[in-house]
């Protein structure tokens, strides 16, 4: 299995972030098909107390690398690729991980 991970960077202004986020982006990414499972998360802290790096996490899983290319070159994933800069204006670090 592979996920792709997005480490979303902190807001300039949170409240908006988070009504885009839920209103027009995540109603966006519902309409990838061929997800195999999907996690949202907004970061809490740090284990030391310290301001976190990141803001928001989303994980996306897929069955393998092939299968990632496949559901993110589909139309309705550029879709929601291509909305990230209208609310992620604290930046967005992507990962791709093979879970073993």
């Known amino acids: 299995m592979v996920k ?3 480490l979303y960077g902190h807001p300039a202004d949170s409240a908006a972030f988070e009504s885009y986020y839920a209103n027009t982006h ?4 519902a309409r990838i098909q061929g997800l195999r499972r999907t ?6 802290g740090t284990a030391d107390g310290s301001k976190p790096a990141y803001y928001r996490i989303a ?3 897929f069955d393998d690398m092939d299968h990632m290319q496949q559901v993110m070159g589909s139309a309705e994933a550029k879709v ?3 909305d990230l800069p209208n609310f992620a204006n604290g930046g967005v670090t992507t990962l ?3 879970i073993s």
Request: charged share 20%.
């Open 59 to 61: 994980e996306l899983y």
């Open 39 to 44: 996690e949202f998360s907004l970061v809490r």
């Open 80 to 82: 929601a690729v291509a």
């Open 96 to 98: 791709v991980s093979e």
């Open 4 to 6: 792709l991970t997005l």
């Open 26 to 29: 995540l109603p966006l990414a």
